[in-house]
């Protein structure tokens, strides 16, 4: 009981400190950059929830790069890294030709293909791909997996980390109405009109797709003791589907449309499909690695 309630408390307390910081830091920026007030809280909401989450290992005593799982076993930092990106760039494109092949996507004949603007594109995805990777790996299968599977058991950390790593992608905060005044409150009180998503029943498929994805993620933080292993997953996986967002366009009219979902046009029940089959994948292999690996330290 404490321990949910501690989680409660660190997840809630974020929200709202990510909320109350927006106001200075779109201050700051103003001068610099045109950035409406509703994506500004989006980020510090972000960075705010890193900081609370180390602040959520540090009162378990787990704050230090064994406690966030920054650590790789069998291959060095950058191959893990690298490998698993490799896997999560599989992953979508499997997901991918499916769509091309359903009709449900189309290549978009308008694209820029020069070698400087896909140059361009590549690199961009990729930068965000590990920014991404690192803040919400380190967040949700580094301090908050980390901490539950602690006090619980890492069965019960997988499916509240994915739970809450859904729930939290669901958040979406609107503009402001250009008649309101921003100031320090203004963070919380859009906050309510953020969890409009929650109550729209098209969106159910695509909850189930990121619940899924946090599975996968954490399935492969416990097995490989590492959340290196997942920032190259996510990182492979954004990549991947920036890319293709930029070379594709969504058709309608396909008779597979409802494996898509009908606002994002691509998390579904064949992305679901995809990932429950990549899980079942990456048990498999690892196992057998696990195997070969106990028999040959025995006959050594």
């Known amino acids: 009981m404490q321990t949910a309630i501690i989680f409660i408390l660190v997840f809630c307390s974020a929200l709202f400190f990510g909320a109350i910081a927006a106001y200075p830091v779109y ?8 950035m409406e007030f509703h994506r500004v809280i989006s980020r510090t909401s972000l960075i705010s929830g890193l900081l609370f989450s180390l602040l959520y290992l540090r009162y378990y005593g787990l704050l230090s790069k064994k406690g966030l799982a920054w650590q790789t076993t069998r291959l060095s930092k950058t191959q893990t890294l690298i490998l698993y990106m490799l896997a999560g760039s599989a ?5 991918d030709i499916a769509l091309l092949q359903l009709n449900i996507y189309q290549f978009d004949a308008k ?22 990777g690192l803040v919400e790996e380190t967040i949700f299968r ?18 509240v980390t994915s739970l809450l790593y859904a729930a939290v992608h669901f958040l979406k905060y609107r503009a402001v109405p250009e008649d309101v005044t921003i100031g ?17 029943p098209v969106t159910i498929d695509s909850f189930i797709t ?15 003791k590492s959340i290196i292993s997942c920032i190259g997953l996510h990182a492979g996986i954004v990549l991947t589907l920036k890319i293709f967002n930029y ?14 979902n009908k606002i994002d046009h691509q998390f579904g ?32």
């Open 27 to 34: 201050l700051l920026i103003s001068p610099f950059s045109d």
């Open 91 to 95: 992953i979508v494109m499997v997901m």
């Open 111 to 132: 694209a820029d293909t020069s070698v400087s603007k896909l140059i361009t594109v590549v690199f961009k995805a990729l930068l965000s791909g590990l920014i991404v």
């Open 142 to 159: 580094g301090a908050l997996f980390g901490g539950l599977k602690k006090q619980s058991n890492w069965i019960v950390a997988m499916l």
């Open 184 to 200: 320090w409150l203004t963070g919380i009180q859009i906050f309510p009109a953020a969890l409009f998503r929650f109550s729209n």
């Open 210 to 224: 990121l619940f899924i994805l946090g599975m996968l993620f954490a399935f492969i933080r416990n097995r490989s």
């Open 247 to 260: 070379l594709t366009n969504y058709q309608t009219g396909s008779q597979y449309d409802y494996l898509v």
């Open 269 to 300: 029940f064949l992305a679901s499909g995809v990932l429950l089959i990549s899980i079942l994948v990456y048990h498999l292999l690892s196992s057998s690695f696990t195997t070969v690996q106990s028999i040959s330290n025995k006959n050594v």
